[in-house]
């Protein structure tokens, strides 16, 4: 489940790309590692909130709107970009807290642990604690590791991007980032209501 996560196209995903291609492989990399420190309250706010209020597809609902407008605002920047610049830019590229973010403004995690993740978790702590950790510790091994392993391949062959392949690659990415950010609409207005579900 974490590889597929890890490896599933998505927000997070290209935001590890983009910023790997535009601050180099540390952003990239701690774009990857955000998982591990924004899930930890969506798993316990998943846990012990939403599954106890009475509108919860609002709230996802309200949270994927949120997302999408931010993943929207990334696309469009990734659009307007001009080229890869050598020099160092005088701003930090704030990638991890990009990074968090997203993670953090997608509804994805949240669906997840609530349909998915606590399930197992219940089941795993019922069988013992070390079955617990083991499946967290392979999960986010397997997600953030995938993520890091992307990092590491789009950085090395960062060299070959200048010019007009480069400008087309983060024009390519903020295209998905903007079908992204629709997806997230539509799902946002599906879960309140205002879009019927087929």
Same mark, same amino acid.
């Given at each position: 489940m974490g590889l597929s996560a890890g490896l599933?196209?998505?927000p997070l995903l290209t935001l *590890?790309?983009?910023?790997?291609?535009?601050?180099?492989?540390?952003?990239?990399?701690?774009v990857a590692f955000a998982p591990l420190i924004t899930d930890l309250p969506i798993i316990v706010f998943t846990l012990f909130v939403l599954s106890k209020l009475a509108h919860f597809h609002t709230i996802l609902g309200a949270i994927s709107i949120a997302g999408g407008l931010f993943i929207l605002w990334m696309g469009y920047e990734n659009i307007r970009t001009t080229g890869y610049r050598i020099t160092l830019q005088k701003a930090e590229p704030e990638s991890f807290k990009k990074g968090a973010?997203?993670?953090?403004?997608?509804p994805h995690p949240y669906l997840f642990w609530f349909s998915v993740g606590a399930p197992i978790m219940t089941k795993a702590i019922n069988q013992s604690t070390s079955a617990l950790f083991v499946f967290v510790l392979s999960f986010y091994t397997c997600l953030v590791g995938s993520k #890091?392993?992307?990092? *590491?391949? *789009?950085?090395?062959?960062?060299?070959?991007?200048?010019?007009?392949?480069? #400008?087309?690659?983060?024009?390519f990415l903020g295209l998905i980032l903007f079908v992204l950010a629709f997806?997230?609409?539509?799902?946002g207005l599906k879960l309140v209501g205002w879009i019927t579900r087929g």
């Open positions: 599933a196209p998505g *590890v790309i983009s910023e790997t291609l535009q601050h180099g492989l540390k952003a990239g990399i701690q973010l997203v993670n953090v403004l997608n #890091i392993l992307l990092a *590491v391949i *789009v950085g090395k062959s960062k060299s070959f991007l200048s010019g007009n392949v480069y #400008i087309y690659t983060m024009r997806a997230l609409f539509y799902d």
